[in-house]
Every structure is written in C-alpha cells, then in structure tokens.
C-alpha cells in the first residue's frame, strides 16, 4: 500500500478475504531528518516518529485483527 492514510477498513476486509488473511504486518515510517541537507549531520541526528503514520498503523493492525477474528 503507498498510503496508509487512504486504506479504508472495508478495502482491508476485502485484502483479507482475497489473500484468506495475513501472517503479519509491516508498517515502515519514513523518518524525518534536518533541513541541512548534509546527509553526515542526519545521521547523527535523531529521527523523529510520525504519530499520525502510527496511529493510522495502529487503525489498520486493529482492523486486521478484529476481522480476521470473525473468519
């Protein structure tokens, strides 16, 4: 999925019922650097976390569970 943000929770119902449900979830978070443009200094600096990305993860993972619950 590109975006998370626009996976609805009856598209998911309708992966698992196509795929007959997953083993596992991966949701990777595009980490936000500095500005500076030098990539040496992004290393160094702390990665911050997109709470927004995660609760939508969260959402789906949720959704997953509870309807693979049913079947």
Do not use: W
Request: one cysteine or more; glycine letters at 6%; aromatic letters at 10%.
């Amino acid at each position: 999925m590109e975006d998370i943000h626009k996976l609805a929770s009856n598209k998911v119902e309708v992966l698992i019922n196509n795929f007959g449900g997953f083993d596992f979830i991966i949701c990777q978070n595009p980490c936000t650097y500095s500005s500076k443009g030098n990539l040496a200094a992004d290393m160094d600096s702390h990665a911050s976390l997109d709470f927004m990305l995660f609760h939508e993860f969260v959402r789906v993972l949720q959704r997953v569970r509870s309807t693979m619950g049913r079947n």
